[in-house]
Nanobody, 129 residues
Framework: QVQLVESGGGSVQPGGSLRLSCAASGDTSSNYCMGWYRQAPGQALEGIAVVDSDGNTYYADSVKGRFAISKENANSTLSLQMHSLKPEDTATYYC???????????????????????WGPGTLVTVSS
């Protein structure tokens, strides 16, 4: 069973950058889709960046051009590089992964992974002056 733990959250001023990391323990070779989600206070959970086993990446319109998702260390680390942060990026950010029968989707400016098997506990990002 894969376990995920996020790190790198914190406070940053608008326009600043932050890099989140998600450490995956266990056998990640069968994780078809891995991704980053976020939830702002009082808002629904939102998929913002996902990557499938072929290395294809998908981004929500809300972060496209500002955020970059990547997998490193033989898929044991999932990163999210965030630039040009805005106050509306303030949220708890979660790492998620599917098993081998998961999938990725990209529709109408929204993205996500299907059949998510595991979630990290989350890390808080606050963008404020």
């Amino acid at each position: 069973q894969v376990q995920l733990v996020e790190s790198g959250g914190g406070s940053v001023q608008p326009g600043g950058s932050l890099r989140l990391s998600c450490a995956a323990s266990g056998d990640t070779s069968s994780n078809y889709c891995m991704g980053w989600y976020r939830q702002a206070p009082g808002q629904a959970l939102e998929g913002i960046a996902v990557v499938d086993s072929d290395g294809n990446t998908y981004y929500a319109d809300s972060v496209k051009g500002r955020f970059a998702i990547s997998k490193e260390n033989a898929n044991s680390t999932l990163s999210l590089q965030m630039h040009s942060l805005k106050p509306e990026d303030t949220a708890t950010y979660y790492c998620a992964a599917t098993g081998p029968f998961g999938g990725s989707w990209d529709s109408n400016g929204h993205v996500g992974c299907n059949n998510i098997d595991v979630w990290g506990p989350g890390t808080l990002v606050t963008v404020s002056s």
